[in-house]
């Protein structure tokens, strides 16, 4: 009984391209707020650059969620949004 031979051709690119889309939903899904040390590894810049960049503009001002002198929280798809928004406008 012959062995039937099967090739398989990939698209390395479209893999990654669903593999990043899973990811991204996946974040949404389980990300609700995120800290600044979570923003600066999510997004591959530093915690200065952030703060110097992002975190010092009004509209990131109006998500930033804080008690008194406590730990700074932004909600996740809000202030990722805003952050699309003031890189556009560079």
Known sequence: MPIAKINVDVDQT???NQINEKIEHTL???LFTWDIEQMSKRT???KSFLENEFLGDSRMKLLERRKEKG???WFYEDSKLVMKQIMDEW
Do not use: L
């Open 71 to 73: 730990k700074r929280f």
């Open 44 to 46: 591959c810049m530093s």
């Open 14 to 16: 479209e893999i990654k």
């Open 28 to 30: 949404n899904e389980v």
